[in-house]
């Protein structure tokens, strides 16, 4: 079935560092991929859409020089949490979405999340 | 902008009983996808049903069901005999139809727990 690998699963970063969190669609190509972050017991809220080949639309209060999405393939994409700060700490999750709607998740897999922990 | 709502932060059941889970939308669209999703202690999102609005007939998957009320804007999901493995954060969620329209909206998730 559809599957995306999101990597790393955590990571502890020292502040003022950058990190760079992937997400890998493994039998498809996403068309479309968002990112997600969630707060401890809290929803997930959406940071960013990112088509392939062009600039992700960030969600209103997210800020884009801060949280750099690049969707280069069909089959990759980065989110880069620069200059980051204890604030930034928290899970984050990634959806690929493919033009097949008759896809199994009808066209929307997730990967299993990155903690970022920042110190 | 659409909303989604969940008024009950917890829920628990017994095992083997039937639990409802309530969800409610703000939308202005006539023709949108609603969604169940599940989240367990791994943090993985998983699909758990899914409606088209146009579509008069609640949808079901095995223990899975829903009572999709489209006048109300509800769309709850009902389990029969919980299963240990039930136990998740549950989040509605809501999506327009259309190219580029592509975004969940989810709600603040329901925490189920089930008894033994």
């Known amino acids: 079935g559809a599957v995306v690998s999101q990597h790393p699963s955590w990571v502890i970063c020292k502040s003022g560092t950058s990190v760079k969190i992937e997400c890998r669609s493994l039998?498809?190509?996403?068309?479309?991929m968002f990112w997600y972050r969630q707060f401890p017991k809290q929803s997930l809220m959406l940071m960013a859409t990112s088509n392939e080949g062009s600039k992700a639309t960030y969600e209103q209060g997210v800020e884009k020089d801060k949280f750099l999405i690049n969707h280069a393939s069909l089959t990759l994409s980065t989110l880069t949490v620069t200059s980051a700060h204890p604030e930034d700490s928290s899970f984050y999750i990634c959806?690929?979405?493919?033009?097949?709607?008759?896809?199994?998740?009808?066209?929307?897999?997730f990967g299993s999340g990155t903690r970022l922990t920042v110190v | 902008a659409q909303t989604v709502t969940q008024s009950q932060p917890e829920m628990s059941v017994q095992e083997a009983e039937t639990v409802t889970l309530s969800c409610t939308y703000d939308t202005s669209e006539s023709d949108y996808y609603l969604f169940w999703y599940k989240q367990p202690p791994s943090r993985q999102m998983i699909l758990v049903i899914r409606q088209e609005a146009y579509k008069q007939q609640n949808a079901t998957e095995n223990r899975f069901s829903v009572n999709f009320q489209k006048a109300a804007k509800s769309f709850s999901l009902k389990i029969s005999d919980s299963q240990l493995g039930d136990a998740a954060m549950y989040f509605c969620?809501?999506?327009?139809?259309?190219?580029?329209?592509?975004?969940?909206?989810f709600g603040t998730g329901t925490r189920l727990t089930i008894i033994p």
């Open positions: 039998d498809f190509q996403a068309t479309t």
């Open positions: 969620a809501y999506r327009s139809v259309g190219f580029g329209n592509e975004k969940l909206t």
């Open positions: 959806s690929a979405r493919d033009s097949l709607e008759d896809r199994e998740n009808y066209g929307y897999t």
